[in-house]
């Protein structure tokens, strides 16, 4: 192994989070996927506590005096047996298909208990000091669901500053060249040509590979934003952004585009493989444009893409400028939106986003 800054952290996330995804693509192929609802009604299901349980596994068998910041809980599973048990039967058929990983993801997890108290370890308070971990197991579980676009993301924050980044995207082509496609109605989910993990290390870059089982071989290729520099770069950009509207304002997205001469539409696609796909360049501009006061968004919905999109050329903040501030807790307490785009016409896009907003 190199001896380079966060080198075993890196290859850690990157065999948990494709272990997870592993498990993610058995549940989509399969009948019952045990969505329930949450209390803010959104949806979760089996995939997701699987992977959180097999994620969090890895982990503590690396880094035991880690946090823990991960967005499910075990409760509804203790009191529900039934689901409790789907999960743990897919854990364990999911870590013995992909065995050659073992001996640096410590091992099988001894029991659905040990499962549940895995799964309750992400309940970290987040904050500025130490090394917290941040984990959404599936990010967009609404498209997972339909067959588009979703990630498992990882990220290694160390005194409240992003250091690792990692997202598995099962769906995604591996070609880092092959154009964006919208989530909608598209059948993503063939396994030919897709399965995508992108990673970064603080000051190393960032890479994509194809998404396999077991042992990484060094498939890891740089990627990098699309170099735009001039206004007739940005006419021809093209700009990512939800497909959930109550999650981004598409409204005002529209006539921020306009305002930069952008004609093409937006390409709306589920998860932070919005972040990934403007890393690699297949897209340029990630615009999240807050639609409540209220709704503060999740460290472990941006950390890993935060990352991944600065080492790979881009500038990331949010709509009044502000870098992240992933230091005060599980949210983004301190930021509105996020807005995402290649260094050199950050600036004019964020004044397009303040003369559309006010602000
Ligand atoms: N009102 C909201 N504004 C912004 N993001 C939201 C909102 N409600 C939920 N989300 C989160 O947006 C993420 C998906 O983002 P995207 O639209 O880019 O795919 C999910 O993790 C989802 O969280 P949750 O898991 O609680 O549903
Ligand atoms: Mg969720
Ligand atoms: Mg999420
Ligand atoms: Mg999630």
Redesign the pocket.
């Known amino acids: 192994m190199s001896s380079s800054p966060y080198a075993k952290e890196l290859l850690v996330a990157q065999l948990a989070v494709q272990r997870a995804a592993l498990l993610t693509k058995r549940v989509f192929h399969e009948k019952t996927k045990g969505t329930v609802s949450?209390d803010?009604a959104?949806?979760v299901t089996i995939g997701d506590f699987g992977a959180q349980a097999l994620i969090i596994s890895a982990l503590r068998a690396n880094f035991p005096s880690d946090e823990i910041v991960a967005?499910e809980e075990s409760s509804t599973l203790r009191t529900n047996p039934t689901l409790r048990d789907q999960i743990w039967a897919l854990v364990r058929v999911t870590a013995l298909s992909d065995p050659s990983a073992e001996a640096l993801l410590g091992g099988a997890i001894p029991s659905a208990d040990a499962m549940l108290d895995f799964i309750a370890e992400g309940n970290s308070a987040g904050g500025s000091r130490g090394r917290i971990w941040a984990i959404?197991p599936i990010?967009?579980?609404?498209?997972f669901l339909r067959g588009g676009?979703y990630a498992v993301c990882l990220a290694l924050m160390v005194d409240g500053d992003v250091k690792v980044g990692v997202l598995g995207c099962p769906n995604l082509p591996i070609d880092d060249a092959a154009p964006l496609t919208a989530d909608i109605g598209a059948n993503q989910t063939d396994d030919e040509g897709r399965g995508v993990i992108f990673s970064a290390v603080i000051d190393q870059g960032a890479t994509s590979r194809p998404l396999g089982a077991g042992a990484l071989s060094d498939q890891s290729k740089p990627i990098s934003m699309k170099p735009l520099a001039s206004t007739e770069d940005l006419a021809a950009a093209s700009v990512c952004?939800?497909?959930?509207a109550?999650?981004?304002d598409q409204s005002s997205a529209g006539q921020i585009a306009r305002k930069l001469g952008i004609t093409r539409p937006s390409v709306r696609?589920?998860?932070?493989a919005?972040y990934g796909s403007i890393a690699r360049g297949a897209g340029d501009i990630y615009l999240?444009l807050?639609?409540?006061k209220t709704?503060q968004?999740?460290i472990?919905?941006h950390a890993a893409g935060d990352l991944i999109v600065r080492e790979a050329g881009g500038q990331v903040t949010d709509t009044t400028g502000s870098r992240l501030d992933f230091s005060v807790g599980r949210t983004l307490a301190n930021n509105q939106g996020v807005i995402a785009a290649p260094k050199a016409v950050h600036g004019q896009v964020i004044r397009a986003v303040q003369e559309v907003l006010g602000l």
């Open positions: 949450k803010d959104s949806p967005e959404d990010d967009g579980t609404k498209g676009q952004e939800s497909v959930e109550a999650h981004s696609m589920d998860s932070q919005k999240r807050r639609t409540s709704y968004e999740k472990w919905d």
